[in-house]
Antibody, heavy 123, light 112 residues
């Protein structure tokens, strides 16, 4: 059974940093691309970033480009999101999602999702 | 960037009745590889999104056959043949033909 468990969320002041993690199990992690998707309180889904199986392809939403960095450690079956210069508008529930295939270009479905980790940005 | 537009934004349906949600993309989602990169998700209250339909019309594992998807190019539809109480939640379409991936605004389905 695919399991994705996010962690690292919390309360952070504007301008500060936070690092999210996603622990994956139940599948061969290094065979699949992975993504982060967020959902602000009461709002819809917003794709944040994706990374291919070997980290060769990486993409970001314009809203986070230059501030967020996605990475993965295939030896640890883990996905990360380093979030710098956080803003009030980054406050959201952040989901980790496993892709259908190995790349993010024409990447297919986001087949499995974690339960999310909440990031609150407030002074 | 590709914009995904869903209609309606809310839907109230009597159990046993059909429901339909439209999703239109600002660009064609048909790729030269022959696939159409359009997906449907349901986010039940308090839960994470779950994949319902992939590549326009294919039901994901475990999805009841009352859910069906259709369409091509830029116009797509999700249909529920007979709505059940467990179908309540917000439905999203999503494209992954091009970065950044994008979702529709969501359609909230409630039961009358």
């Amino acid at each position: 059974e695919v399991q994705l468990v996010e962690s690292g969320g919390g309360l952070v002041q504007p301008g500060r940093s936070l690092r999210l993690s996603c622990a994956a199990s139940g599948f061969t992690f290094d065979d699949y691309a992975m993504h982060w998707v967020r959902q602000a309180p009461g709002k819809g889904l917003e794709w944040v970033s994706g990374i291919s199986w070997n980290s060769g392809s990486i993409g970001y939403a314009d809203s986070v480009k230059g501030r967020f960095t996605i990475s993965r450690d295939n030896a640890k079956n883990s996905l990360y999101l380093q979030m710098n210069s956080l803003r009030a508008e980054d406050m959201a529930l952040y989901y980790c999602a496993k892709a259908e295939g190995y790349d993010i270009l024409t990447g297919g479905a986001l087949q499995h999702w974690g339960q999310g980790t909440l990031v609150t940005v407030s002074s | 960037d590709i914009v995904m537009t869903q209609t309606p934004l809310s839907l109230s349906v009597t159990p046993g009745q059909p429901a339909s949600i439209s999703c239109k993309s600002s660009q064609s989602l048909l790729h030269s590889d022959g696939k159409t990169y359009l997906y449907w998700y349901l986010q039940k209250p308090g839960q994470s999104p779950q994949l319902l339909i992939y590549e326009v019309s294919n039901r994901f594992s475990g999805v009841p056959d009352r859910f069906s998807g259709s369409g091509s190019g830029t116009d797509f539809t999700l249909k529920i043949s007979r709505v059940e109480a467990e179908d309540v939640g917000v439905y999203y379409c999503m494209q992954s033909i091009q970065l950044p991936y994008s979702f529709g605004q969501g359609t909230k389905l409630e039961i009358k």
